[in-house]
């Protein structure tokens, strides 16, 4: 039986590949003739600056690099961080048909003393090119330990996924510093959810692998993000193993209008089940969206049809101290 449903599992992984593939290629509106080139990225101490010098950052102004160190630079984040100008913000996912408790995801934000909240596209791009985003992720990650520590015993507690990017996940000293500060506050690791994105050429694949076993292995969750995007690869999902993969938006941004999306969404649902790995949709922003997603048997859905994301306060009291059954 065990041999069966591996056998199973493989062949809806090959399915599902190949449905991606045609996706792909009829989103791209041509078929490749040829193996797209695979540049591979810098090492993840490098930083790739702007071919003019400048950064325009919310948290540096429009700075020439080339006139701060990378001391000068990190010391700048660091300043704001303990400012507490940066917020975590959660937007939850909705169980669907009420199976299953309530999840969150984590967010940042800046909070500009001018221009107010500031989305992450504003501040995350250029800290990523200046490999200084590990800080806001495990800001993140600290932040989410502290609330699930403070909502012990007080609550039903929620899964809280956040997302590492490649250059964190990259980092030797990864585990060590999640370590370090998990080991300050009382919670159920299991609580706390690493979203990690393989990304071909960013993340040397036998390190991400052995990242991703050793999240797992330090009792933390640890799930798929942006599943269906374009450098998606099916075959981790054969190399790794995830408590949630998250589909991506672009897949239900054209889940009604598109048979081949529905086709995929079947078999990426079908598989997740099969793998023993929770299914989650993001970006549902419509009713038909969700019946739709509803019967193909998704899992969780996560999007502003449901609530945009709130500030901790305002999710506790919305989610935590008055829930709507």
Known sequence: MEILLAVSSILNLVLLAALFCLYHREKMGRAPTRPPQITPSPAPDVPQLPENGLCKCPLFGEVKLSQLSPETL????????????????????????????????????????????????????????????????????????RRLAAW???????????????????????????????????FPFRSLEIEVTESVGDVERAAFLKTCAAIRAEGFGLSLDDFGAEHSNVAILAAVKFDAVK???????????????QIITQEFLRTCRKLGAQSVAEGVETQEQLDALTNLGCDYVQGYYFDKPLAQAAFEEKYLKHPVS
Not at 159 to 186: G, P
Request: charged residues 30%; negative net charge.
């Open 247 to 261: 589909l991506d938006k672009s897949i239900i941004d054209r889940l009604l209008s598109c048979e081949r999306n």
């Open 74 to 145: 990190q010391s700048c984040v660091e300043q704001e961080l303990a400012a507490r100008h940066f917020e975590v913000w959660l937007q939850p996912k909705i169980p669907v048909n009420g199976r299953g408790g309530l999840q969150a995801e984590a967010l940042i934000r800046y909070r500009h003393p001018e221009e107010g909240i500031l989305p992450p596209g504003q501040f995350v791009p250029p800290l990523e090119n200046l490999r200084l985003i590990y800080l806001i992720d495990l800001f993140v990650f600290e932040e989410t330990a």
């Open 152 to 186: 012990k015993g007080r609550y039903e507690l929620p899964v809280i996924s956040l997302n590492f990017s490649r250059y964190t996940l990259a980092r030797d000293d990864l585990m060590d510093r999640m370590r370090a500060i998990a080991e300050h506050y009382d």
